[in-house]
């Protein structure tokens, strides 16, 4: 259901370059089927890719992780049906070729993004103040995806460019409502402009 709201929504058909997680085997929702939807259809489409973080990656604020996460792009449909599985049984990119490929933040072939589509536990819609129809995401806590988006921020930032659309992807059971406990939001975690629900629900903003 998630796939064919993805698949079918207006946001999604214009956007030219998308960023989209690669799920595990289980306990995340599959997108399989957009990966493949949006090669065939000729979009440029980035995958996450984690590596060790060297002084280029730093924040604008300095900070440096011991690890974090850029977007490679995929070359194309064969490109992507023969990526291997890591030891979470996550399809990643390998370091073979890794500089002749499309990266969002570095590596010389820089691009960028209209539509990133998140992982997440739990979400929760904001209702009222400011924030109205924003999105409350949580993680797995090792702030890969708050790191890229606030990294790339900066970058667009600096160029006088836009900032993609932030879309999450979510079961009906990971959603929690105004009368739930908080999803806790920290300094540096990132609102969220949609959700699309399991149940075929498109939540928030975009």
Do not use: N
């Amino acid at each position: 259901a998630v796939s064919s709201a993805i698949i079918s929504w207006p946001r999604y058909q214009a956007a030219k370059s998308i960023s989209v997680y690669l799920s595990m085997p289980s306990a995340e929702l599959s997108t399989t089927a957009i990966v493949r939807d949006a090669l065939v259809k000729g979009k440029q489409v980035f995958v996450p890719y984690l590596h060790v973080a060297t002084e280029r990656d730093q924040g604008r604020d300095g900070y440096q992780p011991k690890r974090c996460m850029d977007m490679v792009r995929l070359h194309g449909l064969e490109d992507f049906e023969g990526l291997e599985s890591d030891s979470w049984g996550i399809p990643t990119i390998g370091e073979e070729g890794l500089e002749k490929r499309e990266r969002v933040l570095g590596g010389g072939r820089e691009g960028k993004l209209d539509l990133m589509l998140l992982p997440g536990v739990a979400f929760q819609p904001i209702t009222g103040g400011d924030e109205d129809g924003m999105i409350r995401r949580l993680g797995h806590g090792m702030g890969f995806y708050d790191f890229f988006i606030r990294r790339y921020r900066e970058k667009t930032e600096e160029m006088a460019g836009e900032e993609p659309l932030l879309v999450a992807l979510a079961l009906k059971e990971q959603v929690l409502g105004d009368g739930d406990a908080e999803v806790p939001l920290r300094e540096h975690d990132a609102l969220l402009d949609g959700l699309v629900v399991g149940d075929g629900r498109i939540l928030g903003k975009a």
